[in-house]
């Protein structure tokens, strides 16, 4: 397999709560990004990594942090969960901005 | 900052009838260009890319693109179309720049819904 993966794959949680939610590779590449997809939207990115500690905002960053303590783990946090956040999430990794990404499999988050 | 648009949001099609699915791009820099595809319930998979060279780049499972820098596009075909190319594709558009320091970042279109009948 591609060697990404993502967890959970489904959550459930309530409003204002703090959720977190992991993407590990095995590939140890250096580009790391997070993404939520919507209907109509397209996929947009959140916060990208391109090394550890080296994160920084994408353009729908507010409400999101992240962290990357090491190579293979990418975090997203929503500080305080709002329907708003319902979505379905993607991490994906790259070795080389020329070589495009290799997609995980999604979180679908789902804030009630 | 770029911009991506796709013109179609469904594209029905019969089986084994030729089919494009358009993008258009908007940037103030030279761009990467990408196609991908995401099946039903499934992560996103790369169809093709174009970095430079020929514009006409050739993808998996039969698809190609033609990018047009004249007209900021990079539209995706394929000849003959299966039951099992039902997806939706994204195109998407990262900047070229020196030294990496895009991050290749991908901006994505909205989508398109490829739906093809028997």
């Known amino acids: 397999d591609a060697g990404i993966t993502q967890s959970p794959r489904h959550k459930v949680t309530e409003t204002g709560t703090p959720v977190t939610l992991r993407c590990h590779q095995t590939e140890n590449h250096r580009y790391m990004y997070w993404y939520r997809q919507d209907p109509g939207h397209g996929l947009r990115l959140i916060h990208y990594?391109?090394?550890?500690?080296?994160?920084d905002k994408g353009e729908v960053s507010d409400g999101y942090s992240v962290s990357r303590s090491k190579t293979e783990d990418f975090l997203l946090t929503l500080e305080s969960a709002t329907s708003s956040q319902t979505s379905v999430y993607f991490c994906a990794i790259s070795e080389s901005p020329l070589y495009g990404y290799t997609f995980g499999s999604g979180t679908r988050l789902t804030v009630v | 900052a770029q911009s991506v648009t796709q013109l179609d949001s469904q594209v029905p099609v019969f089986e084994e009838a030729p089919v494009e699915l358009r993008c258009n791009y908007s940037s103030s820099v030279s761009v990467y260009l990408f196609w991908y595809v995401q099946y039903p319930n499934q992560g996103l998979q790369l169809l093709l890319k174009y970095l430079s060279g020929s514009t006409l780049v050739k993808g998996i499972n039969g698809f190609e693109a033609e990018f047009n820098k004249s007209q900021t596009s990079f539209h995706l075909r394929k000849p003959s179309v299966h039951i099992s190319d039902t997806a939706e594709y994204f195109c998407?558009?990262?900047?070229?720049?020196?030294?990496?320091?895009?991050?290749?970042?991908?901006?994505f279109g909205q989508g398109t819904i490829l739906t093809v009948h028997p």
């Open positions: 990594s391109y090394g550890v500690k080296d994160t």
């Open positions: 998407a558009v990262s900047e070229r720049s020196a030294g990496g320091t895009s991050y290749g970042k991908l901006t």
